[in-house]
């Protein structure tokens, strides 16, 4: 079992910043990949960035330039640093993790409860 907590949401004006983390704890051997989805009112859950095992990033192009996902393997936890936010930023924004393809982590998959992040105009 994998659990994680996120933190670091709330409220912020337009063009600010703010940095969110999880921490992963329980069977963190069972983590590969580490990510960020958000889910905005009325509007479907969006993959946010991902980060590998490798290090290799993704972003979804709203964010691109804007947000930087990173990793601390030591501390297991993963970062979203969201910079120049905009109102449409706003959602709750859930972190997850993927496990590695070994038999033992098969099902380990986790999800946070999601920490709400408010953009103002």
């Known amino acids: 079992q994998v659990q994680l907590v996120e933190a670091g949401g709330g409220l912020v004006q337009a063009g600010g910043s703010l940095r969110l983390s999880c921490a992963a704890s329980g069977d963190t051997n069972c983590i590969s990949a580490m990510g960020w989805h958000r889910q905005a009112p009325g509007k479907e859950r969006e993959l946010v960035a991902v980060?590998?095992?490798?290090?290799?990033?993704y972003y979804a192009d709203s964010v691109s330039g804007r947000f930087t996902i990173s990793r601390d393997n030591a501390k297991n936890t993963v970062y979203l640093q969201m910079n120049s936010l905009k109102p449409e930023d706003t959602a709750v924004y859930y972190c997850?993790?993927?496990?590695?393809?070994?038999?033992?982590?098969?099902?380990?998959?986790?999800w946070g409860q999601g920490t709400l992040v408010t953009v103002s105009s």
């Open positions: 980060i590998r095992s490798s290090g290799s990033t």
């Open positions: 997850n993790t993927d496990p590695p393809g070994v038999a033992e982590c098969y099902g380990l998959d986790a």
